[in-house]
C-alpha cells in the first residue's frame, strides 16, 4: 500500500513540477551543435568521446560535418540529426584509423579541426592553438558526403 501512495505521489510530482521533473527524469542534453562539439554540456556528461565516437560510428557518421545537432535523451539514448547532402561541412573525422593520426604539428596548409572540441579551421604549417578551446591537437578536417 505505501509503495502505490509513492508511486502515486511521484507521478502526481511529475506532472505537477518541471524542476521536480528534471531532477527525477534528467534533462535532455545537446552534445553537437552545428558540427561541433557543445562544450558546456559534453563535460558535464558522463559519455567518453570514444563512446560518443561509436554510438555515431553506429549511426553511419564519418565526421561531424555531417552532423547538424545530436542530443543525449533522457534515457540515455542518442538522437542525431543530419545535414542535407549539400549542405555537409568539414568536420572532425571519428573513424579509429583516422582519429589516431592527431597531431600537434601541421604538416601542410589546410583545413583542419581541433580533436577536442571540433572546431573548424584553415591552418598554416605551424603549431597552433584552438581558437574555441585554446587546445593544440589537430587532424585534418573531411566533408565527404554520408553513406548510408
Known amino acids: 500500500m505505501a509503495v502505490l501512495a509513492f508511486y502515486r505521489l511521484v507521478t502526481w510530482l511529475l506532472g505537477k513540477s518541471k524542476r521536480f521533473e528534471n531532477f527525477i527524469e534528467g534533462k535532455v542534453q545537446i552534445i553537437i551543435e552545428e558540427g561541433k562539439f557543445s562544450l558546456q554540456n559534453f563535460e558535464k556528461e558522463d559519455l567518453a568521446q570514444d563512446e560518443f565516437f561509436a554510438e555515431l ?5 564519418d565526421h561531424l560535418g555531417q552532423v547538424s545537432n545530436a542530443y543525449i ?6 538522437s542525431v540529426f543530419f ?8 568536420g572532425l573525422p571519428i573513424r579509429p ?3 589516431d593520426l592527431k597531431n600537434k604539428n601541421i604538416p ?13 579551421q584553415h591552418l598554416e604549417p605551424t603549431n597552433a592553438k584552438c581558437s574555441v578551446c585554446n587546445r593544440e591537437e589537430w587532424l585534418e ?3 565527404s558526403k554520408r553513406v548510408v
Not at 601542410?108 to 573548424?120: L, M, P, Q
Open 97 to 99: 584509423q583516422l582519429f
Open 83 to 90: 545535414y542535407e547532402d549539400a549542405d555537409v561541412k568539414y
Open 57 to 61: 560510428r553506429l549511426k553511419s557518421v
Open 73 to 78: 535523451e533522457t534515457s540515455g539514448d542518442i
Open 141 to 143: 578536417a573531411i566533408n
Open 108 to 120: 601542410k596548409s589546410g583545413i583542419y579541426a581541433c580533436t577536442f572540441c571540433a572546431n573548424v
